[in-house]
């Protein structure tokens, strides 16, 4: 994945900025931490955890101080089918491979293009988007989610756009 990600598909302005972490855990069931470092900072990290953390700091959860880990991983995979992933800020472990999985195989202005922000995520990044499209990029850059802002600018930076 790092191999794909960060040299063969990765904009030549962002080489040795952006990198791939993937980490996991005994006891964690086959679960992974994706992360996304710019610059060696961490930027972003995809998770189980993440997610229902961010349900329950957002109100989603109606325990919204879970005691042990029952608690805390109660109502998870019911919220997890019910609120999309275009309306959550916090995504899963198997949500970012779905999203790589995707936007590997199909034509890079169906992932520029795509409703989930991960599949842009990794567009965004991409070699192939070239300055036409990034500049129609920077028209949409405020309908992004914070998170996902910071990597556009720091494309369109790269990029003198």
């Known amino acids: 994945m790092r191999k ?10 962002l080489h040795g900025r952006v990198r791939y972490n993937c980490t996991s855990y005994v006891g964690m ?9 710019i610059d060696n900072k961490l930027v972003k990290q995809f998770s189980w955890e993440t997610v229902n953390t961010y349900f ?20 998870f995979w019911l919220l997890i089918d019910t609120v999309p992933i275009q309306f959550r800020l ?11 999985e995707k936007y590997r195989n199909q034509i890079i202005q169906y992932s520029i293009n795509s409703d989930n922000p991960l599949e842009r995520m990794f567009a965004v990044l991409d070699r192939r988007i070239g300055k036409r499209t990034l ?27």
């Open 135 to 161: 500049a129609n990029v920077k028209e949409v850059l405020d309908k992004q989610p914070e998170w996902l802002q910071f990597i556009y600018r720091l494309r369109l930076d790269s990029e003198n756009i």
């Open 29 to 37: 069931d086959g679960c992974h931490i994706f992360e996304i470092y």
């Open 90 to 100: 916090e995504y899963t472990d198997n949500e970012f491979c779905e999203a790589l």
């Open 4 to 13: 794909y990600l960060e040299q063969e598909m990765l904009a030549e302005c």
């Open 56 to 75: 329950i700091e957002n109100g989603y959860k109606t325990n919204s101080n879970p005691f042990g880990t029952g608690e805390y991983w109660d109502e």
